[in-house]
């Protein structure tokens, strides 16, 4: 049984930095490429960051090249998303996602708040 959990989800000031967290279960994380999606009140869920299998590829909405930064660490099955230089606009609740033989599995979500 797929099982992805986030968090590392808060509220912080503009400008602070997060770490989000994704420990998943229940497949061979190693194999598959993990992405991280968030949603914003009142909009629809978007593709943030994604990361293949291996680390060795990653990619990024443009609103947050240069600030965000994925990971990953397949000894302990968990994606990370690192946020910095965090704006307002990034308020919303953010999703870590994989896709296996053709089903997408997501997580229950992990909000965060940037506010002053």
């Known amino acids: 049984q797929v099982q992805l959990v986030e968090s590392g989800g808060g509220l912080v000031q503009p400008g602070g930095s997060l770490r989000l967290s994704c420990a998943a279960s229940?497949?061979?994380?190693?194999?598959?490429?993990m992405s991280w999606y968030r949603q914003a009140p009142g909009k629809e869920r978007e593709l943030v960051a994604t990361i293949t299998s291996g680390g060795g590829s990653r990619s990024y909405v443009d609103s947050v090249k240069g600030r965000f930064t994925i990971s990953r660490d397949n000894a302990k099955n968990t994606v990370y998303l690192q946020m910095n230089s965090l704006k307002p606009e990034d308020t919303a609740v953010y999703y870590c996602?994989?896709?296996?033989?053709?089903?997408?599995?997501w997580g229950r979500g992990t909000q965060v708040t940037v506010s002053s």
């Open positions: 996602k994989v896709v296996r033989w053709g089903n997408a599995y």
């Open positions: 229940g497949f061979t994380f190693s194999s598959y490429t």
